[in-house]
């Protein structure tokens, strides 16, 4: 495969994984069974000032770039397309799905929207083009500080999660489930479409070189 067509496919891949991330957010905020610890604090910020939820998503993931900076993190093309593209799919997503109320409907709804959520972060972290700014900030804390990683993650989203929570976003059964399952999930869907690195190309030799030549090393 030539390089422009895995550029192309990984571009690709990242645009469909975050569209489809966000819109696995809409569908479990329409189950009302409980959001992620993050969309528990969006949800709650979302209720104390009338802006939109996907609004709100762009302007916290805005933010929690910014604290790449004191970390030395670098985005990537993703990290930058995550915190643009995330919160206007979410605003289609409850455009167009309906909230539900009865369990019949809100659980099947919800184990929709995680399913959705693992193959759409498999698809956008296997494209390698940056994590997200939320995972990027766990990620980078453990590096400067050697912290290990479990204990970074759980700090971070127990405190949104507690934020979150106290200024009305829905904790719930949901909640639960995410955190318990979204791990084994994305370790299946992450490696099944992360996209191979192109491979070395083998040195050559340049004309009139002679037999023990070796080219430096790029």
């Not at 369990?103 to 390698?128: D, E, K, M, V």
């Amino acid at each position: 495969m030539s390089s422009l067509l895995i550029v192309s496919r990984r571009i690709l891949q990242l645009a469909v994984g975050l569209f489809l991330y966000g819109f696995a957010i809409a569908m479990m905020v329409r189950a009302a069974v409980g959001v992620p610890p993050w969309d528990v604090l969006t949800q709650g910020l979302s209720l104390q000032t009338g802006w939109p939820f996907g609004v709100l998503t762009n302007v916290i993931g805005a933010l929690v770039l910014l604290l790449w900076i004191p970390l030395r993190q670098k985005p990537g093309v993703g990290t930058v397309l995550n915190v643009l593209l995330i919160g206007p799919s979410i605003e289609v997503g409850l455009a167009v799905i309906p909230a539900q109320h009865t369990l019949a409907l809100q659980l099947p709804l919800f184990a929709g929207g995680l399913a959705l959520l693992a193959l759409a972060s498999g698809l956008y972290l296997g494209a390698r083009l940056g994590p997200g700014p939320r995972d990027g900030l766990m990620t980078g804390i453990h590096k400067r500080w050697g912290w290990p990683l479990w204990a970074v993650r759980s700090a971070i989203e127990v405190s949104v999660l507690s934020v979150g929570w106290l200024l009305g976003g829905n904790v719930g059964l949901g909640t639960l489930a995410f955190a318990l399952l979204i791990g084994p999930m994305v370790g299946v869907t992450i490696p099944l479409l992360r996209i191979p690195e192109a491979p070395a190309r083998p040195a050559t030799r340049p004309v009139g070189s002679h037999a023990g030549y070796m080219p430096d090393s790029a």
